[in-house]
């Protein structure tokens, strides 16, 4: 008990000693840090639930296919809004068969290739929001906290009126307690990184499986036409 309440004392003191500018610096980067957190809890929830509804559209799609059942599959894809394949796949077929009433298979065909692009694009613009807030935060944060720990070591060379023995003990102090910025700045951008690297190699699969999604489209619809026209 006693060893928890001097360390919190300590760091109280050390608080208490800080020049203005470094405590606003170390509260800019518990800020960053509490932001990278909220971001990519959000991301990672984001992503986690568009790989279980894809799968979960995927395991019905097929036997639905066969069947020639589109509503069913157009149904089932509005059920499972948050899935990247879902919605690529949705916007394809939905301009087919817009574009079917209309024109020839060959050029409604082309509609849903248009239509499964721009479906992709705007899944792909939506699950990025807040990447870049990370890069952002997991570049400047160590840039931020040496910020704070130069205003410190600045700092600690003021007031010289006193024995020499105890302004170099008060300087090792100061300067002890500035890289204390030096250090949150590298605690908030390491976790940062690593969670910044986990969600952009996870969209960039994302990505894949949409434009795999979208060649398996034109390729149903284009074994369809076949076997229709024979």
């Not at 070591?153 to 003990?169: C, E, N, Q, Y």
Request: glycine content about 6%.
């Amino acid at each position: 008990m006693s060893l928890t309440y001097n360390g919190w004392y300590f760091l109280a003191e050390m608080w208490n000693r800080v020049s203005p500018l470094a405590e606003c610096t170390a509260m800019l980067l518990v800020f960053m840090f509490v932001w990278a957190l909220v971001e990519g809890l959000a991301r990672g929830a984001s992503y986690g639930a568009a790989v279980w509804q894809s799968r979960s559209f995927l395991r019905i799609t097929q036997r639905l296919l066969e069947n020639g059942d589109w509503d069913d599959v157009l149904a089932a894809a509005r059920l499972r809004k948050r899935s990247h394949v879902a919605t690529v796949f949705a916007g394809g077929l939905l301009e087919f068969r817009k574009a079917r009433e209309c024109v020839s298979e060959e050029v409604a065909i082309e509609a849903a290739k248009r239509g499964a692009r721009i479906a992709t694009n705007c899944v792909h613009e939506h699950l990025r929001q807040g990447l870049s807030a990370l890069g952002t935060i997991a570049t400047t944060a160590p840039f931020v906290g040496f910020f704070g720990t130069v205003v410190g070591i600045a700092d600690a060379f003021k007031g010289s009126a006193v024995s020499r023995a105890t302004l170099l003990t008060n300087t090792a102090n100061s300067i002890a307690e500035a890289l204390v910025c030096s250090a949150m700045g590298m605690l908030v951008a390491i976790p940062t990184v690593w969670c910044f690297n986990l969600l952009r190699e996870r969209l960039s699969t994302f990505d894949a499986e949409m434009e795999i999604t979208s060649l398996e489209l034109v390729k149903y619809l284009e074994l369809r036409s076949r076997v229709t026209e024979l």
